[in-house]
């Protein structure tokens, strides 16, 4: 059974910094694409921050400077740093597992909240 458990949302002033995990289970993590995904209601799912099997990280420009992704395969985790946060950034935050080889599985984390506000 494939589990991705996303953790580290919350509320947080402008300005400050939140760090959110994503805790894979039941796949060759370092098979996987990574991704961090976020969705602001009514608005289509955004990615944000990619992090590929074979090393390659990329960013949505609004978080470039920002936001740093990073993987464990050891762990089988995936972090996403956020700093100076602005208000735009709050969205639900979803983690993304995609497999670099056929049949290319796609798995969701369940989303965490996070919250940018004064």
């Known amino acids: 059974q494939v589990q991705l458990v996303e953790s580290g949302g919350g509320l947080v002033q402008p300005g400050g910094s939140l760090r959110l995990s994503c805790a894979a289970s039941?796949?060759?993590?370092?098979?996987?694409?990574m991704n961090w995904y976020r969705q602001i209601p009514g608005k289509q799912r955004e990615l944000v921050a990619s992090f590929t099997a074979g090393g390659t990280m990329n960013y949505e420009d609004s978080v470039k400077g920002r936001f740093t992704i990073s993987r464990d395969n050891a762990k089988s985790m995936v972090d996403l740093q956020m700093d100076s946060l602005k208000s735009e950034d709050t969205a639900v935050y979803y983690c993304r597992a995609k497999k670099d080889r056929w049949p290319y599985d796609v798995y969701w984390g369940q989303g965490t909240q996070v919250t940018v506000s004064s």
């Open positions: 039941g796949i060759i993590f370092s098979f996987y694409d």
